[in-house]
Nanobody, 126 residues
Framework: QVQLVESGGDSVQAGGSLRLSCAAS????????VGWFRQAPGKEREGVAA???????KYADSVKGRFGVSRDFGANTVYLQMDSLKPEDTATYYC????????????????????WGQGTQVTVSS
C-alpha cells in the first residue's frame, strides 16, 4: 500500500499562490499516475489535475492556466502549484495514486485511484 502525505495547505488571500506537495513513502511513484482532487464542504470530490509517469499534466477547466502539476522523481514527490487563487478554490486537497502509469481520459474519476493521502486544507479569502 502506498503511503501518501500532502502538505503545503494554508490560508491565503485571493490572487495568492500556494504549492502543495504529495510525498510517497515505502513505494516508488515513478510509474504511477498521480492525481490531485479537492472537496469543499457540501460538495462532491472533484479532480483538479493529474500527472503521468512522463510528467505530462492534465487539468480541470476550472484551473487551467492557474495550476501546474509536476513531479520530482528523485524526491518521490508530486507538486501542485496553484497561482491566482480564487475563493472558490477553497477546499481540502487530496493526492492519489493510480496503478497505471498513464492517467488517460479517466484521470478525474476518483475510483481510478487506489491510494489516497489524508488531505491538506486550502482556504482562499476575498
Amino acid at each position: 500500500q502506498v503511503q501518501l502525505v500532502e502538505s503545503g495547505g494554508d490560508s491565503v488571500q485571493a490572487g495568492g499562490s500556494l504549492r502543495l506537495s504529495c510525498a510517497a513513502s515505502g513505494y516508488d511513484l515513478r510509474n504511477n499516475c498521480v492525481g490531485w482532487f479537492r472537496q469543499a464542504p457540501g460538495k462532491e470530490r472533484e479532480g483538479v489535475a493529474a500527472v503521468n509517469n512522463g510528467g505530462y499534466g492534465k487539468y480541470a477547466d476550472s484551473v487551467k492556466g492557474r495550476f501546474g502539476v509536476s513531479r520530482d522523481f528523485g524526491a518521490n514527490t508530486v507538486y501542485l502549484q496553484m497561482d491566482s487563487l480564487k475563493p472558490e478554490d477553497t477546499a481540502t486537497y487530496y493526492c492519489a495514486a493510480a496503478l497505471t502509469a498513464s492517467c488517460g481520459t479517466s484521470w478525474s474519476i476518483a475510483s481510478k485511484y487506489t491510494s489516497w493521502g489524508q488531505g491538506t486544507q486550502v482556504t482562499v479569502s476575498s
